[in-house]
Nanobody, 121 residues
């Protein structure tokens, strides 16, 4: 079982910055994808950014140029630097990973508990 613990959410004014962090622990041999999703009230959960073990990244169009995802493979952590925040970025942000327990096991998806990001206009 994999545990994901997020931190760094909070309240910020529009135009401000926040940095989210997520640490993975538990039965981990390797982590494939690390990603951030978000869900605003009344909306579906959406992908924000993802990064592979090799460092390839992908971003939602709405955050390109403002958010940066990074990871530390040695520490099993992933960060999301969020700059120029807008009110529409407000949501609960979730950390997501796919990982293996052994070198030959299947990929297991895991979700964090979520961290609230509030952006005031």
């Amino acid at each position: 079982q994999v545990q994901l613990v997020e931190s760094g959410g909070g309240l910020v004014q529009a135009g401000g910055s926040l940095r989210l962090s997520c640490a993975a622990s538990g039965s981990i041999f390797s982590i494939n994808v690390m990603a951030w999703y978000r869900q605003a009230p009344g909306k579906l959960r959406e992908s924000v950014a993802m990064i592979t073990s090799g460092g390839s990244t992908n971003y939602a169009d709405s955050v390109k140029g403002r958010f940066t995802i990074s990871r530390d493979n040695a520490k099993n952590t992933v960060n999301l630097q969020m700059n120029s925040l807008k009110p529409e970025d407000a949501a609960v942000y979730y950390c997501y990973t796919t990982s293996r327990r052994t070198s030959s096991s299947a990929l297991i998806p895991s979700w964090g508990q979520g961290t609230q990001v509030t952006v005031s206009a």
